[in-house]
């Protein structure tokens, strides 16, 4: 390898190692501070590395009031939110994608604008409405407004990936016996699954970490980011960093996996191709 | 039958549609039926009429003028940072070199880190005895902790707003420019290597005008979503940072008033919208824009 | 087993554009009929009418004399190869092949066998275990063909079958497929735009444009009795020549006047051509068609040679006469260069005449 072209590599690697450490040592800081004893955070010099590694703070952290409901209403909440987000959102996406219909192209770019919009902050409103409806306060109401803010992406995703699929296979299985439904449970939808799983994923995500709506829509069914946002001046750091290190580690896990289809959600044009 | 009442009526024309309908219908009830509802509440009194009183009541609020100067500051400050920093990012990682995929993996990170989360991360970093202040007395530079984040030093607690923000919202700004990047097709590189554009030249002359859309389709997002900041600043920042959408937050939870609350997200949305329209209208080719 | 198909007045229309154009359409049982046209001249919609993947706007379909217009894809009794395969990734070859079958819900024995012997047929049976990401594309192709076939369709649509595959193995597959018809006997409606394909393999061609049936008959009538310009000039490698001309009569004698020169008809032509005189045509002639000698003596036409290409066993020559273009095949012996004058001269009994303004051939029977 010639000098220039050596040099330009190491300075391409020295670049993308600094920008990683860049991403990589907060998660990391705030990993080592949820697994030091809760007397050492507050330690002057603090140690980068603790004395001891403890599961002290984590415990602490779940064993306190309201943490493992909140949990609990998180995961159901989340669920609910990816339930009701691709049974709205991919049958819409599956249309985009699949025909050409009087009034497509207005129904994508409503999809592209309300992706762009503040949604979270319908939650004011909504809070009202839902008091008169008997959704304050409840698991389905902040489901709702979570699919609210998911759908544009989910019907975004959804479209990309049906398109993935080649129209050509659907109707090679309707000349071959299958009825329109058919042809789509047995050509389309198993072709398409690896790529709803990830938006599930990322709907799962999304709702997993919303905190305005959720605070504004709720009073003793906290999620988690909403019962650690109302709680965290009176609560100690050990219990904060706890938190934070245990939100972020469900994100970390599925961003593992919807890694191919990161694309898919903002970079729209992608998807089109 | 009549041609066009069976043609309608069949299935092949009306299944998109019904297809659709769901989507349409949440929209509907989720969407627009709360932004009306937030207008209503926002300009009309609980005995139904028409009032701006909500209105002056935020506008007289002491914490209005800050929110507001610090909103702005924040989305001013932010934007340009992740734009410039994800830019970097993506044309390195645009270069392909040996283990390109697994850098843009990790640069992408944070996406999936809420703004709650994030706030948390970074409080451990600036907290009085948090990871800066250790490291930089370890390393003899101070001698006792400073005060990022007080009411004293709202100019470092500010910044370390910034810099929490800036870590965890680059990688939206990274995915949209990368797949940018992408779209432009290889041709067009190699016919401008052809002609004698190598390394910045190429970047500047060919890469950056091809991936205007993107930069610009960024800029509109991430304003729109700086504007709306809310859990990192309350994570760590408290109250000394305050910020519309926390307002908003303020006068509903513990004000108890979503008059002046839905005044805020009005306010908020108008900006939003607002910004929006202003990019869009001094910024060009629109639909890619928003297309992203 | 081998139906007929009757296609009464079908229209289909996609926005404002007309695809198909109120097409009346007769393939006979065991027939072989390939839809031949540019792209966009509707010859793909029509198939997929037939095939129920487009619901017409007007008009019927019969099938076996059934009227299968209102009928979904899979009640038609049809089976389909597509441009693109369209063999499922998520299956195995075997499963693929059998799929039709096992939504027929055929016992499991009967599929195996049935599956075997079509794979072997194909000559694919080595392969059933693996799945399309492991074959070549000329393999899957005998995939989507065996997995038609295996149905034992009424009636087999094939849409550009072979468009995607390679030079060399399109030439086999073209010969291998109308074997595989010769045998299976089955109605079969092909789509391509490939006129050598066309020609090769239908018993008889619709030759379509802009949604019409320009002309229908059997590959040799088409190619040398276009039914007018377009199908003359769409056919062939190269396409028919074409000369203005005017019918003429002199000394009792009725000839067709090239610029200044005069071109002999046919003797049976010369009365029927009577009352037509004065009038102007075109004069049509295939490059195969026209002798060419060194220079233009003894009533020849003259002609300027533009351009010379030897393709092997022969020469093409492009050659200018009046304000016309002309392609003429000759030997390779003879040296023509750029700018030289040669003369040619047109076989009496192989040219047509098309109406000047319709482009529609003249018929004098």
Redesign the interface.
């Known amino acids: 390898m010639s000098y220039p072209r050596l040099l330009r590599?190491t300075l391409?690697?020295i670049?993308?190692t600094a920008?990683?450490l860049?991403?990589?040592i907060?998660?990391f800081?705030?990993a080592i501070?949820s697994f030091t004893p809760p007397n050492e955070?507050?330690?002057?010099?603090?140690?980068?590395i603790p004395s001891r590694f403890s599961l002290d703070t984590m415990r602490f952290f779940l064993n306190s009031y309201g943490v493992l409901n909140s949990l609990r209403n998180s995961i159901l909440v989340a669920l609910l939110t990816l339930a009701f987000t691709l049974?709205?959102?991919a049958?819409?996406g599956?249309?985009?994608a699949?025909?050409s219909?009087r009034?497509?192209e207005a129904?994508r770019?409503?999809i592209?604008?309300?992706r762009?919009?503040?949604?979270?902050?319908?939650a004011?409103?909504?809070?009202?409405?839902f008091i008169k409806w008997g959704l304050y306060d409840t698991l389905i109401g902040v489901a709702?407004?979570h699919?609210?803010m998911a759908?544009p992406f989910a019907?975004i995703i959804t479209t990309g990936i049906f398109m993935g699929v080649?129209k050509?296979?659907e109707?090679?299985?309707?000349?071959?016996?299958?009825?329109?439904f058919?042809a789509f449970v047995r050509?389309a939808l198993?072709?398409a699954l690896p790529g709803l799983a990830a938006a599930a994923m990322f709907t799962f995500?999304i709702s997993?970490?919303?905190?305005?709506a959720a605070?504004?829509l709720t009073v003793n069914n906290r999620t988690l980011?909403a019962h650690?946002?109302?709680t965290?001046?009176a609560s100690p750091?050990y219990f904060?960093?706890a938190?934070?290190?245990f939100?972020?580690i469900p994100?970390?896990f599925?961003?593992?996996f919807i890694?191919r289809y990161?694309?898919h959600?903002?970079?729209?044009?992608?998807a089109?191709? | 039958m009549d041609v066009r009442l069976r043609k309608l009526l069949g299935t092949d024309t009306l299944l998109p549609y019904w297809l659709l309908l769901p989507s349409i219908v949440f929209i509907g009830v989720f969407f627009l039926m709360p932004l009306f509802n937030a207008i209503m509440l926002a300009f009309r009194a609980d005995n139904g009429a028409f009032t701006l009183d909500y209105f002056k009541k935020m506008v007289a609020d002491v914490r209005f003028i800050e929110a507001l100067k610090y909103t702005f500051l924040l989305a001013i400050t932010i934007v340009p940072l992740q734009l410039i920093t994800a830019l970097a990012m993506a044309l390195l990682v645009n270069t392909g070199f040996r283990g390109s995929r697994f850098f843009l993996y990790l640069f992408a990170l944070p996406l999936g880190i809420s703004d709650l989360a994030a706030g948390l991360i970074w409080l451990s970093i600036f907290t009085q005895h948090g990871f800066l202040n250790s490291i930089l007395y370890s390393l003899g530079i101070i001698e006792r902790p400073i005060y990022f984040i007080s009411y004293q030093n709202t100019g470092l607690t500010f910044l370390a707003v910034v810099m929490a923000e800036h870590w965890r919202a680059t990688a939206i700004v990274l995915v949209i420019l990368v797949a940018g990047l992408q779209m432009i097709s290889k041709d067009y590189l190699e016919a401008a290597e052809v002609l004698g554009a190598r390394g910045w030249k190429k970047v500047w002359y060919v890469i950056l005008p091809m991936l205007k859309p993107s930069l610009q389709s960024a800029l509109i997002i991430r304003t729109i979503f700086a504007l709306q900041t809310f859990a990192v600043v309350l994570a760590l920042a408290g109250d000394i940072i305050p910020v519309l959408a926390g307002e908003a937050y303020f006068w509903h939870f513990l004000y108890r008033n979503s008059h002046v609350a839905s005044a805020y997200a009005v306010f908020l949305m108008a900006i939003s919208i607002g910004m929006t329209w202003f990019y869009l209208r001094f910024l060009r080719s629109r639909m890619e824009v928003i297309r992203g | 087993m081998a139906a007929e198909i009757r296609l009464e007045k079908v229209r289909k229309t996609f926005g404002k554009v007309v695809a198909v154009k109120d097409m009346d359409l007769l393939v006979e049982p065991g027939e072989f009929l390939v839809l031949l046209g540019p792209s966009g001249c509707g010859k793909t919609t029509t198939l997929r009418c037939i095939a129920g993947l487009e619901r017409v706007d007007h008009g019927r379909v019969y099938i076996g004399g059934r009227d299968v217009t209102e009928l979904p894809p899979s009640k038609r009794g049809i089976a389909m190869v597509f441009q693109s395969y369209a063999v499922f990734p998520h299956m195995t070859v075997a499963q693929n092949i059998g799929f039709g079958l096992r939504m027929r819900r055929a016992p499991k024995n009967e599929i195996k066998k049935a599956v075997q012997e079509v794979a072997r047929l194909l000559q694919i049976d080595e392969l059933l275990d693996r799945y399309p990401s492991q074959l070549s594309g000329g393999q899957r192709q005998r995939v989507a063909v065996a997995r038609a076939l295996v149905m034992r369709p009424e009636v087999l649509l094939m849409d550009e079958p072979l468009s995607n595959l390679d030079a060399l193995l399109r030439l086999q597959m073209r010969a291998e497929l109308k074997k595989l018809h010769r045998e299976v006997g089955t109605t079969t409606v092909y789509v391509t735009h490939d006129q050598i394909e066309a020609l090769s393999l239908g018993d008889r061609i619709a030759v379509m444009r802009e949604g019409e049936i320009m002309q229908l008959d059997a590959p040799n009538e088409v190619y040398d009795m276009p039914a007018n310009v377009f199908v003359g000039g769409f056919i062939g490698t190269p396409p028919m020549n074409f000369l203005r001309a005017e019918v003429r009569k002199e000394d009792g004698g009725v000839y067709l006047a090239v610029g200044d020169f005069s071109v002999e008809v046919h003797k049976e032509w010369q009365e029927k051509l009577e009352g037509m005189v004065g009038k102007k045509v075109v004069l049509g002639i295939r490059a195969e068609n026209i002798e060419v000698r060194p220079t233009p003596e003894g009533g020849a036409l003259p002609a300027r040679v533009v351009v010379s290409e030897p393709l092997g066993a022969q020469q093409l020559l492009t050659v200018q006469v009046g304000k016309d273009v002309l392609k003429v095949a000759t030997s390779t012996e003879l040296s023509a260069t750029p700018g030289q004058t040669i003369g040619l001269v047109l076989t009496k009994a192989k040219i047509r005449l098309f109406d000047e303004e319709s482009g529609e051939a003249l018929k004098f029977d």
């Open positions: 590599r391409l690697y670049g993308a920008f990683a860049w991403v990589l907060p998660i800081l705030i501070s955070i507050y330690a002057w010099p603090k140690p980068i049974a709205v959102g049958p819409a599956y249309a985009v699949r025909f219909f009034g497509r129904f770019l409503g592209l604008i309300t762009m919009f503040p949604t979270a902050l319908l004011v409103p909504l809070a009202v409405t709702l407004i699919t609210a759908l019907v080649p050509d296979l109707e090679a299985a309707m000349t071959l016996g299958c009825s329109r058919g050509v198993p072709l995500v997993w970490n919303e905190v305005f605070t504004i980011p650690i946002l109302t965290i001046q750091l904060r960093f938190g934070g290190f939100m972020t994100a970390l599925f961003m593992f890694r990161l694309f959600m903002w970079g729209g044009a992608t089109e191709r």
